[in-house]
């Protein structure tokens, strides 16, 4: 049997990546865009030949409510 090589190797080294990543984690975005990211996924996801619309979407993203957990 042919030996095989290992497929976990470290990554190369990408110090602009690391840079955009780390501006990122310190970005703080607003509900508005929150809103704007969830519609955007619910709309992506929609299955083909449904009848959601960019609008419904936005739309239902509106009636999200975040209940905050107890104990």
Do not use: C
């Not at 990408?14 to 955009?20: A, G, K, M, S």
């Amino acid at each position: 049997m042919a030996e095989r090589k290992t497929a976990l190797k470290r990554a190369p080294e990408r110090p602009e990546l690391d840079t955009l990543l780390e501006q990122a984690r310190n970005t703080i975005i607003t509900d508005e865009q929150l809103q704007e990211q969830r519609a955007s996924f619910v709309y992506g996801n929609a299955p083909d030949g449904s009848r959601i619309t960019k609008e419904s979407a936005a739309e239902s993203v509106k009636r999200i409510r975040v209940i905050e957990p107890t104990g």
